[in-house]
């Protein structure tokens, strides 16, 4: 999945939830082949200027922006402060989640239910539509949405609302993968056990080490990995690709 180091050069990507994790490895991913990045951050203040900063290092550039997606108001107005600085936005990564919070069906409260929906799906929702009329006019236009293996799973080990959250989205790729063609390709990433803070705080170092016996190829994956796939569907590589699902899970979950 070599690509072109100039590949995006004069185009612009966001990527929301880009201060840490993946989607900090695909925000340096997207730079590295020339795309100005939106580095949107909700509480990773820090992280996402320290993510700006390397892009700025390599010789790249990009903006940092704030927003909380639970909230309707922040999520609609995000696209707009990025396109009021860059005037055209080619390229969007809805990258950015809540934690995933274990709970069991029958036990979940409303409140955890509508938290995972908010940002995982409600709030993807709310940057897309702002994003749609930008992308349609770029001659370029790609959605790439960050999705999870626990949809295959059915939530195991009490990831349900979560799922949820990301199946929606998986279906909401399908649907703009209809409805926007042929102005914008839509496609979406599946990531199995990422080797991010993500997993290592949410997860138990027993339950790591049990999802690398249970990957044929021995390890977790890498953030720079799913960068890697997201830079393909970003591209004009993939350009008869929509409405497209990569598994990125070293074959623990096969199709």
């Known amino acids: ?34 795309a100005f990045v939106g580095i949107h951050f909700h509480t990773s203040h820090e992280a996402a200027h320290a993510t700006l900063a390397e892009i700025r290092q390599a010789g790249g550039d990009g903006v940092t922006l704030r927003a909380d997606l639970a909230d309707a108001t922040q999520a609609s107005e995000l696209v707009g402060s990025l396109v009021a600085q860059t005037k055209r936005l080619d390229i969007l990564i809805n990258n950015a989640g809540t934690p995933i919070q274990r709970q069991r069906i029958e036990d979940c409260p409303l409140e955890l239910w509508h938290a995972a929906l908010a940002t995982n799906l409600t709030g993807a929702f709310l940057v897309i539509q702002k994003a749609i009329p930008h992308l349609r006019a770029s001659g370029n236009g790609a959605i790439v949405n960050n999705l999870t293996l626990s949809i295959q799973t059915g939530g195991a080990n009490g990831a349900g609302p979560y799922a949820v959250a990301k199946g929606g989205l998986q279906v909401l790729t399908r649907t703009l993968a ?10 979406a990433i599946m990531p199995g056990v990422i080797q991010t803070r993500h997993h290592e705080v949410f997860s138990t170092a027993d339950r790591m ?29 993939s350009r008869f690709m929509n409405g497209a699902l990569l598994d990125i899970n070293g074959g623990r979950f096969l199709r």
């Open 1 to 34: 999945m070599a690509q072109d180091e100039s590949c995006l050069k004069g185009r612009v990507a966001l990527v929301t939830g880009a201060g840490t994790g993946i989607g900090r490895a695909i925000a340096l991913k997207l730079s590295r082949a020339g």
């Open 178 to 187: 209809r409805e926007l063609a042929p102005a914008v390709r839509t496609n």
């Open 209 to 237: 080490e049990a999802y690398r016996r249970e990957t044929p190829l021995g390890r977790n994956g890498a953030a720079e990995e799913v960068a890697s796939a997201v830079l393909f569907l970003a591209s004009d590589a």
